[in-house]
């Protein structure tokens, strides 16, 4: 059963806050090891972005069993961080 939390970075090379989020989210994915990270180009995915409904660059968007269950939209560090806590710690105890 599918139990992980999945994080997908929508992202544009074009986009500066993209650009700062960046190695933060390689921080992540090197930190929190039961969370699988992922990075959308929206520019080269687009029909992917317009399935999650993104809008603005960067956005987050936290998913569990194929269920979007949290979004972050800008380069919030620390909100990304809190909800990275919350979902990873909602999977170990699981």
Known sequence: MNMFCIVIDFT????PPCRFI???????????????????????MSSVAKEFEVEAMPTFVFMKEGVVIDKVVGAAKEEIQAKLEKHSAAVASA
């Open 12 to 15: 544009a090379t074009w986009c």
């Open 22 to 44: 960046a190695p933060v989210f390689v921080e992540f994915a090197k930190r929190f090891l039961n969370v699988v990270f992922f990075k959308v180009d929206v520019d080269e």
